[in-house]
């Protein structure tokens, strides 16, 4: 027995504790994690700092429903009115935010309500996937390790940002489900491992396609193991009925009218069937289970042909991109979207420390796999190893696989931390053990990356790129909008990035949202500010817009100065005037700019 200083008795106890209760120990984590969160975010609570236009956008969702929209009725009316748009998600992850408002709005009115519900609303999801990481890491690495994964969380700052007050779109959601998918694959009871994995890629597909990819991943990792080894028919029958099963049930009780067609970017008929075809044939494989391996693949390479040739016959045009929009809106939007970028098309002060824990997961992932090569945690490590190699390669298509990427590091980083877990342990030189275990942390959490680029100022943002940032952040604050509903309500024309935000703070409307069913109405945006003032004129009066709203320099701007050095908004940035715009008088020292459009 190693020595410590610890009297035996103590140790004892506490690893007891440790063990025995670890999902009380986890939850107790999760609560003191969101408390202090909340409390280091209060500010930003109480200015209803919902810094991305999709937290403005669920937030006005869930204004409609309480307000008595119906459940299946998607349209926001106050985007490109009077007609309004159709938004791609589902309800479902509005339902706690709408329960805390409903829940709080008696005690404290509805304004601080709603601070309440956007602060408090993203970290529930966290719960769950600090759960499923820490059941993951106890099965695959020890009993005891589990908080060493909820310490890496912490610091896995692109995931942790998902689950951070006033984030309360979908994605912590589905980062959660992506936690208790892996849970689900290493749980070494067949049946629950199944149905964990089939019932949170349902919940998953019913709240967006983003994680679509590691849907499929999980599924054929399944298959794989099922072909490995046939005892796994257990697992693959669950997985197969909860998957159809769950997803069926998230269509009928979610799917919004505008996504019964047969459209490519969400769950609709295209994917329900898809999904149901699925997994009627996965099933029938568990049924069968032939004793030979090759007929297992065979049979499982026929399944895949007869999905993939039924998606492919029955709905051709989901073969190209999923949202389905214009060459002209992907070419002057979509493609330009930062997240939908490549990991290596970004500066290094934004790539290094996204990339740095999914490659020291990988490396530790791939090492735990070999160690356990003669031992049953390798059919664990083997799912967690693909899953961190598939991520890592998703980051090469798009940034915005660096949430999952981090999350699935986790296993492998905290195996790796574990092998120099006997040697700190050992007795002697306790202090300079402790200095080692920081340095080991601050290596195994990627933490490194972030701390270097801080200390020697690595690719530091130009002083034109702070302006703009800056610019950008004031015009979406709280202060700055408020003024504008001393005007009475009205269509105002501004930039696409800024209508989400300006209908949740005023009573006014926009014209669009960087959303691609709105595509027809961002490209008038698009035509109007690069275009001659004639033709803005003509957009705006179209749009019945009867105020112009803009921000100088707000990031947005200056791709239509790029773009049309000689189109309306960069002559009005110029300080050109025209005769159909009235300047509008503003709180002296606001960000914008406003006109009356004659």
Known sequence: MIDHPLPPATLDKAVRVLDRHWLRLTLLAWLSIAIWYVWQRWAAIHWLSLGDTDDNMRLMQVRALLDGQGWFDLRNYRLNPPGGFDIHWSRLVDLPIAGLIVLLRPFVGVAEAERLACGIAPLLPMAIALVAMSATLRRLVHPLIWPLGIAIFVNANNTLAMFMPDRIDHHGWQLAMLAVTVAGLCDPSRRRGGALVGIATAVSLTIGLEMLPYAAMAGAIIA???????????????????????????????????????????????????????????????????????????????????????????????????????????????????????????????????????????????????????????????????????????????????????????????????????????????????????????????????????????????????????????????????????????????????????????????????????????????????????QAHAIMKRHDATMLLVCPDMAESTNYKAKAPNGFYARLARGETFDWLVPMPIKKGSPFRAFTVE
């Open 224 to 534: 794989l193991a099922w072909i490995w080894d046939p005892a796994e028919r257990e697992r693959l029958a669950l997985y197969a009925l909860t998957l159809a099963g769950g997803t069926a049930a998230g269509f009928a009780g979610f799917a919004s009218y505008a996504n019964r067609v047969y459209r490519c970017d969400a769950l609709t008929p295209v994917y329900a069937a898809t999904v149901l075809l699925a997994g009627g044939l996965l099933l029938a494989l568990a049924f069968l289970s032939p004793r030979k391996p090759a007929v297992r693949l065979v049979l499982a390479l026929v399944a895949g042909v007869l999905v993939a040739g039924f998606f492919a016959t029955a709905f051709p045009q989901c073969l190209g991109r999923p949202e389905q929009v214009s060459d002209e809106l992907y070419t002057s939007w979509l493609s330009q979207v930062r997240e939908a970028k490549p990991i290596y098309r970004h500066p290094l002060r934004v790539a290094l420390p996204i990339v740095t824990l999914p490659l020291i997961g990988l490396i530790g992932a791939l090492l735990a796999t070999w160690r356990a090569r003669r031992q049953p945690s390798l059919r664990g490590w083997a799912c967690v190893a693909l899953f961190g190699t598939f991520a890592a390669l998703m980051l090469l298509w798009q940034a915005r696989a660096g949430p999952a990427a981090q999350l699935l590091a986790i296993p492998g980083a905290v195996a790796l931390a574990w092998l120099a877990v006997p040697w700190l342990l050992a007795p002697r030189w306790w202090f300079a053990k402790m200095l080692a275990a920081a340095a080991l942390f601050v290596l195994v959490s990627g933490s490194v990356t972030s701390i270097v680029i801080d200390r020697f100022k690595i690719d530091q943002p130009s002083k034109y790129v702070r302006r703009v940032n800056k610019a950008t952040g004031r015009c979406l604050t709280l202060p700055a909008m408020q003024p504008l509903d001393r005007f009475p309500a009205q269509t105002m024309f501004t930039f696409v990035d800024l209508g989400p935000r300006l209908i949740t703070l005023t009573h006014h409307s926009a014209i669009a949202g960087p959303y691609h069913r709105n595509g027809d109405a961002i490209l008038d945006v698009h035509h109007a500010f690069m275009g001659s003032p004639e």
